[in-house]
């Protein structure tokens, strides 16, 4: 039966194979780049995405990255993935010069196994994504929030992930894709974790212990619960400051780490949940502040390499992501970070349009005004 299974599931991924394979282009922010890339959010499922990947023509991002609920997309093995969303989204980014991160969560009951998610099933599901949205698709955020019960869609273990993860990537590797496995993305407990929640920093030495270093180029990390100005140190008693960031980076360094990467995959500013301070973040030129400093303030460290900080387009209702800034409120109706991204993009690259944005971190960034 499990052999019968098999095979029809390979059979099915053959049957959807009809894309060829293509050169992708080098990118920002991967390994071996010195360049900072600026990244947002493209919400398929939601108002105004078209619209929003429209944007790109005058907010020339490096990186979008795209949530694909798997059980939602494909709930059963012998359906047709239902993905014209997202083919929309793919077609209107064509010709903008920016790739895409598929951020793969909820992975469907048929993909399980006893023991957790079958690595050779989601690798067939990831080369068959390949080759789909070739040259967009570059990279693969693989079950983010992995450190949490939702994330990994069972009790966290970080040496069950590390050997899904590194036998998704093999797997990979032997069909001849180059997709960047991006792991972990990780994130701190907040007041809604569950009580099987890891601590961020604890699931992360463990997967260190479990043989990171060989086997993790870029880890990514989200926080989408934070407290203070951007500026706020952080302790291992804050979890909420954004410069929490340091002190994952410290266990990086604290395991021979330093040539790894972290992407930093998605912020929300602080709202009030922590602190009732943090209320005045409510208003949408106080966000933009706020955001616009944390920017700056990340892409100034070296081992930054890519921050998606915001979204295109309004999140949907219900989403498991937090309250993220939506950079297009309306058809017409802008949020005040559009300006002050655009304008830090420029400042960092005043070059012509068919440069991409980042240039090398070492190059300061001036002031710019957040006015539209």
Request: hydrophobic share 40%; glycine share 8%; aromatic share 10%.
């Amino acid at each position: 039966m499990k052999r019968a299974l098999q095979s029809g599931i390979v059979g099915f991924f053959l049957c959807l194979l009809i894309f060829p394979l293509q050169t992708i282009q080098a990118v920002r922010g991967v390994p071996g780049s010195p360049d900072f890339g600026y990244g947002a959010w493209i919400h398929p499922q939601s108002t105004l995405s078209i619209e929003g990947a429209q944007l790109l023509g005058e907010l020339p991002l490096d990186w979008v990255a795209i949530p694909l609920d798997w059980a939602e997309a494909m709930p059963q093995i012998s359906s047709s993935p239902e993905l014209g969303a997202l083919d929309a989204v793919f077609n209107a980014l064509t010709g903008r010069g920016t790739v895409v991160m598929l951020r793969l969560y909820n992975p469907p009951g048929w993909a399980k196994t006893e023991t957790g998610l079958n690595a050779d099933i989601t690798a067939q599901w990831l080369f068959w994504l390949y080759q789909r949205y070739q040259p967009r698709l570059r990279a693969v955020e693989l079950l983010p929030a992995a450190n949490t019960r939702q994330g990994w869609g069972n009790s966290p273990d970080p040496c069950q992930y590390a050997n899904f993860f590194m036998e998704v990537k093999t797997a990979l590797n032997s069909r001849g894709s180059d997709l960047l496995l991006i792991a972990g993305g990780l994130q701190p407990l907040n007041p809604a974790s569950d009580r099987e929640d890891w601590d961020d920093l604890d699931f992360l030495q463990d997967l260190y212990n479990c043989g990171a270093k060989t086997w993790m180029p870029v880890l990514s990390i989200q926080m989408p619960v934070l407290s203070g100005d951007p500026a706020r140190p952080a302790s291992g008693e804050d979890p909420f400051a954004l410069r929490h960031y340091e002190l994952v980076r410290q266990t990086m360094l604290n395991n021979d780490h330093a040539e790894g990467i972290l992407w930093v995959t998605l912020i929300n500013p602080p709202d009030g949940t922590i602190d009732i301070a943090d209320q005045k973040y409510a208003q949408s030129v106080q966000q933009a502040e706020w955001l616009k400093q944390a920017l700056i303030q990340m892409r100034s460290q070296l081992y930054m390499g890519v921050v998606f900080l915001s979204s295109l387009n309004p999140p949907p209702a219900g989403n498991p992501f937090g309250n993220q800034t939506a950079l297009l409120t309306g058809r017409q109706s802008y949020h005040p970070f559009y300006s002050a991204l655009q304008a830090v993009i420029q400042q960092t690259n005043p070059s012509a349009t068919s440069n991409r944005p980042g240039r090398p971190k070492s190059i300061p960034i001036p002031k710019c005004q957040n006015k539209k």
